[in-house]
């Protein structure tokens, strides 16, 4: 039996070869106070989403400007969807970037932009789009109606803003009726062969 004072060098030692060891490995150092403090609750949300989503769509939701993290719109007793997106100061996205709706319907959106710069939304709706101008510190409401599941992208066509990281995308969630799946085999992924 051991005595508690040889028990406290050896945890003591111990701790220090796991610190040491972990701060050395590239995980270990996502454990970094300045990393962690990096993680908002929208983009853990995001995170926390991507397994519960299929394939191909988890490969365009990994290629998606992420920061701006995810959010889940909210039913209303009118059964309209709401949610809130902020554009920060000189960063060039959408907060959050990724709307989730339990299903189909209408979704309405506030936009406002904290920046020092003017964007637009361009979003989907009912086979269509409508675009929403966002003048500088200024607010705007947009409705959509996105009636069947499966993901729908948004952005700002300004300048070279999409291609910069102002993407989104609003996923409806839902079954999809059997005459509007696709019948295609499973297609192989990149480096996957």
Not at 37 to 48: A, C, E, K, Y
Not at 53 to 65: K, T, Y
Not at 162 to 179: C, I, N, S, T, Y
Request: hydrophobic share 45%.
């Amino acid at each position: 039996m051991t005595s508690a004072r040889t028990r406290w060098p050896v945890l003591t030692l111990v701790l220090v070869l796991v610190v040491a060891g972990l701060s050395s490995c590239e995980y270990g150092r996502l454990l970094r106070p300045s990393v962690l403090s990096q993680l908002n609750p929208r983009v853990v949300q995001m995170v926390n989403y991507l397994p519960a989503v299929d394939h191909p769509n988890e490969a365009i939701l990994a290629r998606l400007f992420v920061h701006g993290g995810l959010s889940h719109a909210t039913l209303g007793n009118d059964g309209v969807f709401r949610d809130e997106i902020f554009v920060p100061k000189n960063e060039l996205i959408w907060e959050p970037a990724v709307i989730v709706m339990e299903k189909g319907g209408e979704l309405e959106l506030t936009f406002s932009n904290g920046d020092q710069t003017f964007h637009r939304a361009l979003m989907p709706t009912h086979g269509g789009r409508k675009l929403l101008d966002l003048p500088m510190h200024e607010a705007g409401v947009v409705r959509i109606r996105l009636d069947q599941p499966g993901l729908y992208w948004f952005g700002c066509p300004v300048a070279n803003h999409a291609g910069r990281g102002m993407l989104g995308l609003v996923v409806v969630e839902g079954e999809v009726p059997a005459d509007a799946r696709l019948d295609r085999p499973a297609m192989p992924r990149p480096g996957s062969e």
